[in-house]
């Protein structure tokens, strides 16, 4: 069965694998582009936050610094937290195209989408596949690939991200070694 964004009707139910990932896009796309009081911006970091299990394994496999794993609530909130807003240029993000397929599993959705950013510097898609475990309404686990390298040239971070990558891949010096 395949659920696009698209459809008036929303997702089933808040339980519902398909709706729990609507419900982190829109999140995040809400975060980004909301221009929020203090108080909203904490209450929609907390309800991301409340769509993962308390204990979960997040990762994002694509991340070129490498994956670091996220496996609670706080470390999530963290990583919401973190996400670009208009002070970073942005001046428009949105979830757009979103396609979700359920597999055998009743729990595990798979969400085909993109993120269509708009920045100082253009217009921008990102695209993304999640491969999402939902059990009893909270996410227990998911594989998050999105473009890190469109995301780095919407946000203007493309040459901090290449001269972290050279950084990481140098050979040891003297002062490195000590």
């Given amino acids: 069965m395949v659920l696009k964004s698209a459809d ?3 997702p089933a139910d808040s339980a519902d694998p398909a709706g729990v990932v609507q419900a ?3 999140g995040v796309v809400r975060l980004v582009t909301g221009n929020l009081t203090p108080q909203e911006r904490e209450r929609t ?3 991301l936050a ?10 994002h496999p694509l991340a070129p610094l490498g994956d670091q794993p996220m496996r609670s609530r706080a470390e999530l909130r963290a990583h919401f937290a973190a996400a670009p807003s208009q002070e970073a240029g942005i001046r428009s993000f949105a979830s757009t195209d979103m396609v979700v397929h359920r597999t055998a599993d009743p729990e595990i959705v798979i ?10 510097r253009g217009a ?3 695209p993304c596949i999640f491969v999402v475990r939902v059990h009893d309404g909270r996410i227990v686990e998911s594989r998050d690939y999105a473009d890190p390298l469109t995301f780095a040239r919407a946000l203007g971070q493309l040459p901090a991200l290449a001269d972290a990558l ?10 490195t070694r000590s």
């Fill in 24 to 26: 982190v896009t829109a």
């Fill in 166 to 175: 050279t950084a990481e891949n140098a050979p040891p010096t003297a002062e």
């Fill in 8 to 10: 008036p009707r929303g």
């Fill in 124 to 126: 921008f898609t990102v």
């Fill in 111 to 120: 969400a085909e989408f993109a993120y269509a950013v708009g920045t100082d």
């Fill in 45 to 47: 970091l907390d309800a």
């Fill in 50 to 59: 409340d769509l993962y299990a308390e204990q979960t394994h997040v990762r």
